[in-house]
């Protein structure tokens, strides 16, 4: 008798196994993340290095290797965050997170939207960080970008941060949007409002909260070039999410 096991796939992933998700038919009920990606490699061994690679995600959270998955868990894989992969857009829906603090969704992003939701009487400053497309990179031409996330895990990681500045820095307010799908020159992939008692707080959090997305949060991008095309994530170094967990 075996078990079946489904894995999502993004990015560069769903591309190189040709679907959203594989499914596994396995003796076991339980293994360890270890083990299930050791399982796919033997399944499909032309994709091993990339599996290896790869991050496990257990019901929108981050699992280590030697944590126990259970073949009824919500289960993705999920790529490294820059490299060469060819990968097409998958589609994504909107998340709609409490009080829309934390969103991810394929709309247009409003700066004034994001930051009207930090601004309280308590607040004497605001800080408002917008990410847009560039057009020029180390002489490289970038036509557009496309983001893709794994967006109700993604939505939980913002609200993460959220929850981790206002630890460190009690009274900040922060709000995080970002975007999905195709991103234009000029336009806004993601806005970070941040309020707090006074201005020193207020620029350590806007930081903190940039600098955590790029190590946390599930979200890809595609640069398209006139030439060309790669993956590249907002992750800076080597992309390790679990560490310190």
Known sequence: MTVKWTIQLFAGLSERFG??????????????VQ????????????????????????NQAYAADGETLRAEDE??????????EDARLQESSEAAP?????RVTAEPLSVDAVTALVIVPNNGATITFTGTTR?????????????????????KTLQQIGDEIAAQ??????????????????????????????????????????????????????????????WKGHQQGPWNPIAGI
Do not use: N
């Not at 679907?19 to 360890?32: I, R």
């Not at 409490?98 to 934390?102: D, G, P, V």
């Not at 707080?201 to 890809?220: H, V």
């Open 19 to 32: 679907a959203p998700a594989v499914s596994l038919e396995l003796p076991q009920d339980e293994l360890t």
């Open 35 to 58: 083990r299930l990606k050791e399982a796919l490699a033997e399944r499909y061994p032309a994709h091993a290095p990339l599996i290896a690679a790869s991050f496990m995600a257990r």
């Open 75 to 84: 289960l993705a894989l999920l790529p490294p965050v820059s490299g060469g």
């Open 98 to 102: 409490t009080a829309q603090k934390y």
């Open 135 to 155: 057009e020029w990179t180390q002489g490289q031409r970038t036509v557009r970008l496309e983001y893709e996330a794994y967006v109700p895990m993604a939505v």
């Open 169 to 230: 820095w009690p009274g900040t307010e922060c709000a995080i949007w970002h975007r999905i799908g195709v991103v234009d020159v000029a336009e806004i992939s993601v806005v970070i409002a941040v309020s707090s008692p006074h201005r020193e707080g207020c620029y350590e959090a806007s930081r903190y909260a940039i600098e955590r997305l790029k190590q946390i949060a599930p979200i890809w991008k595609r640069e398209i070039w006139e030439d060309g095309s790669e």
